[in-house]
């Protein structure tokens, strides 16, 4: 059987998603975890590895078992054997041609900036401060240069394995909620760093550092060099994966 697992977490103690060796991971405890339930080796392929520090509320993964487990013992048993920073919502039986990765149309990502002339005690993990005021206009004046389907080399990290640069975006949302901002990306997949970069950029939009239309010049130029510093990783939040109707409904 295939099982599709939704997964929430605070990254800000591990390493990333992706496992590595002696290193503590969001993979890796997951799939610690969930192959205590099964009696047996367990290994899971997620909708998209986040970075260290970063975090999820919308994670999904897949994985396959022959245990005979209800959905509920899957959910609860795992949650059992997890940290509490890290816990499964919930689990479903999927076809068996079901990827968490390969059979996503999109994925939303939300950028957190805490903008107070003090930092935040409560939201230090989830957000980034930034002090000096932000034009939340202005920064999506400049977002709106990157909507549509472009090559983002310009916003793509180092050490990026991705063949092709070319990706859609379908909205990017800059909301204001008194000292918090926003921002929301939607696109079909993302290159290393992107939406950090993207968010690096529309901050130096947002203090007037650079006008909204530097974005476009940004995008064109095809180098990272032009583009802004990264936005630090625990402002970032996947929000929700999205599927086609016949392979997958929440």
């Not at 997964?7 to 997951?30: C, H, M, R």
């Not at 290994?43 to 260290?52: S, Y």
């Amino acid at each position: 059987m295939r099982y599709a697992i939704g997964i929430e977490y605070d990254g800000s103690n591990y390493f990333g998603w992706q496992k590595q060796a002696n290193l503590p991971t969001i993979q890796g405890l997951v799939e610690e975890a969930l192959s205590k339930v099964a009696a047996h080796k367990i290994e899971i392929v997620c909708a998209g590895r986040t970075d260290a520090g970063v975090h999820a509320i919308g994670q999904v993964a897949h994985f396959d078992s022959e245990a005979k487990r209800t959905l509920k013992a899957w959910v609860l048993g795992t949650n059992t054997y997890l940290p509490t920073d890290i816990r499964l919502h919930w689990a479903k039986p999927v076809a068996e041609d079901f990827s968490a990765r390969f059979s996503a149309t999109a994925r939303i990502y939300r950028y957190t900036i805490y903008n107070y002339k003090t930092a935040s005690a409560i939201l230090r993990n989830q957000s980034y401060w930034f002090g000096l005021k932000l034009d939340e206009l202005l920064m999506q004046q400049g977002a709106n240069y990157l909507l549509g389907e472009h090559d983002f080399s310009s916003f793509r990290g180092s050490g990026c394995q991705s063949k092709s640069c070319k990706r859609n975006v379908e909205f990017i949302k800059v909301m204001r909620k008194g000292e918090i901002i926003y921002i929301d990306i939607k696109a079909n997949a993302y290159l290393l760093h992107m939406v950090r970069n993207i968010v690096g950029l529309l901050i130096a939009i947002g203090t007037s550092k650079l006008l909204p239309i530097r974005a476009k010049d940004v995008l064109e130029a095809r180098d990272r060099k032009k583009c802004p510093a990264t936005a630090p990783a625990q402002g970032l939040c996947l929000v929700q994966v999205e599927y086609p109707a016949d392979k997958f409904i929440y």
